[in-house]
């Protein structure tokens, strides 16, 4: 068991500073005082072996350890080195490197170091002011520490809910994916029980959530928990500019872009704000985030960004697209209607099936389609697989091996480099705890009421291997989200949508194009209506791609709107 998991809570958790510069150790630890000291223990160290043995000094008397800083040149061991150490012996606690600037060889080694998970963060000499330089990055490794140790003392949603349930599952997702922090009970546990009878209900029909104002819902849908945290499950009107659908980067970028240029704007999203994104433990390649950002950072402040330039939300899905003159009509899930003068799609795309055996019945019972991220701090401890070859299967196995006991990436090529970077490629292969199995495909699922073994099967073994997998992730390519659109907007074979000028044929627009121009770039074979982000034919599956596109399209929006 982890240190951190046997953690003494009558201990302040530790801050620990490692640098040979005594002087410069004893100035952060001072500054940290200053801010940290009510709740934490800040200690400052000048030998890098001194702090291994401090480090596992912590393990013995349960501390638990909560941010290191290390500087990255020291004539004992490099600062890269204790904080493997510190991964080591506390997997949680954050990490950054204490760095006299960018120079070419601390940029070559610090970049090596985020590729490899050594580090999660750095920190410039001088770090004054330290209100803007040191206890930011400080606040952001201590939001990360306390999720992953479930600190939160405060929950604003506590659900009594069945562990392995699918239902369970679902919700877990939505809640976890809209960024709100949830705690989760059995009903048998004291605590779910103490909760279940405060709330005056006995348990019989699980879920059931209770908020921090006091409002209890039995068996509540997404949309219930989504009006309890305040997104309408209606509009407000009934003729918008534009109504958005989908908000993942793509409908999020859009919706604030054409919210902040004075169009009445609707986002409609049944799921989470952030798509995709949501489900990514860290977006290193996103401009602006030297760090990285969670997707789930990045879709809460997008979100808030674009209610606040008056976009309105809901929390409904698109079923269908009629157009009545120059109005476009979307039905809705719960069965009402929007109509709007233009509308911008940004469905995405939805997960591959893996298709073997056993698999469909367990899905939200061990087995998991993306959810790498929500899912990540259940697995800890135990094995788990994942299934797919591409960057989201290599991001998901380096996140998911801070918490399981071991991961396995199963894939049916002969190699992890063919679909995969090669920084994650080399961050899996110097993992202890990750390993490949190449040429091997999942050929069967099973367990009793939870995933408990994966069948295997290579083309060289005599036969099937059984082995044991608390969790599966399936990762194995996407499909476009369109169905709902049937006739109405014009797809390619695999059903992404056609825009612009890949809707001509030799000059000629698309049959029922009823305008004298040709399609704008973006605009679907139905005028008004445009298609952007992972839905869009030949677009760039990339969240910058995505961002980029959606504000791109609001310019053809305005193009579409002034004609009319
Ligand atoms: C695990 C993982 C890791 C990734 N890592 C990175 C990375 O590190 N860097 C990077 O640049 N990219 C990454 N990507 C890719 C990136 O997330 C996508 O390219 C990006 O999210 C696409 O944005 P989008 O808005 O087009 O679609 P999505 O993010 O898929 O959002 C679509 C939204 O539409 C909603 N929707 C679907 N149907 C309907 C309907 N009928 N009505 C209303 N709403 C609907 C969905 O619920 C969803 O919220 C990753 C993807 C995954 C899965």
């Known amino acids: 068991m982890s240190m951190d998991r046997a953690a003494d809570r009558t201990r302040k958790p530790a801050f620990l500073v490692v640098d040979d510069d005594q002087d410069t150790a004893e100035a952060l630890r001072s500054a940290l005082c200053r801010r940290f000291e009510a709740d934490y223990e800040v200690y400052a160290i000048s030998s890098a072996r001194a702090a291994v043995e401090l480090l596992e000094g912590f393990c013995a008397r349960h501390?638990?350890?909560?941010?290191?800083?290390?500087?990255?040149?020291?004539?004992?061991?490099?600062?890269?080195?204790?904080?493997?150490?510190?991964?080591?012996?506390?997997?949680?606690?954050?990490?950054?490197?204490?760095?006299?600037?960018?120079?070419?060889?601390?940029?070559?080694?610090v970049s090596q170091a985020m590729a490899m998970g050594r580090t999660d963060s750095w920190i410039f000499k001088p770090w004054e002011p330290a209100e803007r330089n040191l206890f930011p990055r400080v606040s952001e490794l201590l939001a990360d520490w306390v999720e992953a140790t479930g600190q939160p003392a405060f929950h604003p949603v506590r659900v009594?809910?069945?562990?392995?349930?699918?239902?369970?599952?679902?919700?877990?997702?939505?809640?976890?994916?809209?960024?709100?922090?949830a705690e989760f009970l059995a009903p048998d546990s004291p605590s779910g029980q103490a909760l279940l009878d405060a709330a005056g209900v006995d348990g019989s029909r699980l879920p059931v959530a209770v908020y921090w104002r006091g409002l209890v819902q039995v068996q509540p849908s997404l949309g219930d928990i989504a009006g309890a945290l305040g997104v309408p499950a209606r509009p407000s009107c009934d003729d918008y500019d534009v109504t958005i659908v989908g908000a993942g980067p793509a409908g999020l970028s859009a919706a604030l872009c054409s919210a902040s240029e004075g169009l009445h704007t609707l986002l409609l999203e049944p799921r989470s704000f952030g798509g995709q994104a949501g489900s990514t433990s860290l977006i290193r390649n996103y401009l602006g985030f030297p760090r990285g950002v969670t997707g789930r950072q990045l879709?809460?402040?997008?979100?808030?960004?674009?209610?606040?330039?008056?976009?309105?939300?809901v929390f409904d899905r698109a079923e269908r697209l009629d157009v009545r003159g120059d109005r476009l009509i979307l039905t809705l899930g719960n069965g009402g209607r929007v109509t709007s003068r233009s509308v911008v799609i940004s469905v995405g795309v939805d997960y591959r099936r893996l298709g073997a055996p056993g698999v469909e019945e367990l899905i939200g019972s061990g087995v998991f389609y993306g959810a790498a991220v929500s899912e990540a701090p259940a697995v800890r401890g135990h094995r788990?697989?994942?299934?797919?070859?591409?960057?989201?299967?290599?991001?998901?196995?380096?996140?998911?091996?801070?918490?399981?006991?071991?991961?396995?990436?199963?894939?049916?090529?002969?190699?992890?480099?063919?679909?995969?970077?090669?920084?994650?490629?080399?961050e899996i292969e110097a993992a202890p705890n990750i390993s490949v199995r190449l040429n091997t495909q999942v050929v069967a699922a099973g367990g009793d009421g939870h995933l408990e073994h994966l069948t295997l099967r290579t083309p060289e073994a005599p036969g099937p291997e059984q082995v044991d997998a608390a969790a599966l992730f399936i990762m194995i390519g996407a499909r476009p989200q369109t169905d709902w659109l049937a006739d109405t907007v014009q797809r390619d074979d695999l059903g992404f949508i056609l825009t612009g000028p890949d809707l001509m044929d030799g000059g000629t627009p698309p049959a029922g194009w009823t305008l004298a121009r040709p399609p704008l770039p973006m605009e679907t074979s139905v005028p008004g209506v445009f298609a952007v982000g992972d839905v869009r034919g030949g677009s760039t599956k990339r969240v910058a791609s995505a961002v980029g596109a959606g504000s791109i399209a609001i310019h053809f929006v305005h193009q579409f709107l002034a004609a009319r």
């Open 63 to 109: 501390q638990p350890l909560a941010v290191v800083i290390a500087a990255l040149s020291m004539p004992e061991m490099t600062g890269v080195e204790v904080l493997v150490q510190v991964r080591r012996l506390h997997p949680d606690a954050g990490r950054a490197l204490l760095l006299e600037g960018f120079s070419r060889r601390e940029t070559e080694l």
């Open 384 to 426: 788990v697989c994942i299934v797919g070859a591409g960057n989201s299967a290599g991001q998901a196995a380096v996140h998911l091996a801070k918490f399981a006991e071991h991961v396995t990436i199963v894939i049916r090529g002969p190699s992890l480099s063919a679909a995969m970077s090669d920084y994650l490629v080399k």
């Open 299 to 313: 879709a809460s402040m997008a979100y808030d960004q674009c209610m606040l330039f008056g976009a309105e939300s």
């Open 160 to 181: 009594v809910a069945d562990a392995g349930a699918p239902r369970t599952h679902e919700l877990r997702d939505m809640l976890v994916r809209n960024d709100v922090a």
